[in-house]
């Protein structure tokens, strides 16, 4: 299964009162990893000049990452569509599976309108894909 892994700890700032990292921070996490999936398939992907807003965003909550916990956030697309992708992110603690994220991107130009992945970019999504 083609996919890509993004390590690191769990910084102070991202843990509320309870000492547990904050619900929408796993959102975070998945973006840094889709930041560092997209960047090591090289300049074919570049997101210069498009806008890539979130359509949607889900996530399921199964145990808790708690402060310098050391985390892997395992990522892949799901799906590519004409101007979309389909994102999932398994992120793992010391305990195991702690959130699946799932969203979905929308690549558009300035205007808003739909900007088709061209041939080349398709191609280096490929090695992303599920």
Not at 76 to 95: D, L
Request: with cysteine; aromatic share 12%.
């Amino acid at each position: 299964m083609p996919t890509f892994t993004y390590k690191r700890r769990i910084a102070f700032h991202e843990t509320d009162a309870a000492g547990v990292v904050y619900f929408a921070n796993f959102f975070r996490l998945a973006e840094e990893a889709e930041t560092h999936a997209l960047a090591s398939l090289g300049s074919i992907v570049t997101r210069d000049g498009y806008l890539y807003p979130r359509v949607h965003a889900e996530a399921d909550y199964l145990a808790p990452l708690r402060f310098f916990d050391e985390v892997a956030v395992h990522c892949c697309i799901t799906r590519i569509g004409s101007s979309s992708a389909h994102w999932k992110f398994e992120i793992v603690g010391p305990k195991g599976l702690c959130a699946v994220v799932q969203t979905i991107s929308s690549r558009r130009e300035r205007d808003g309108s739909a900007a088709p992945y061209t041939p080349e970019e398709r191609a280096a999504y490929s090695a992303l894909i599920l």
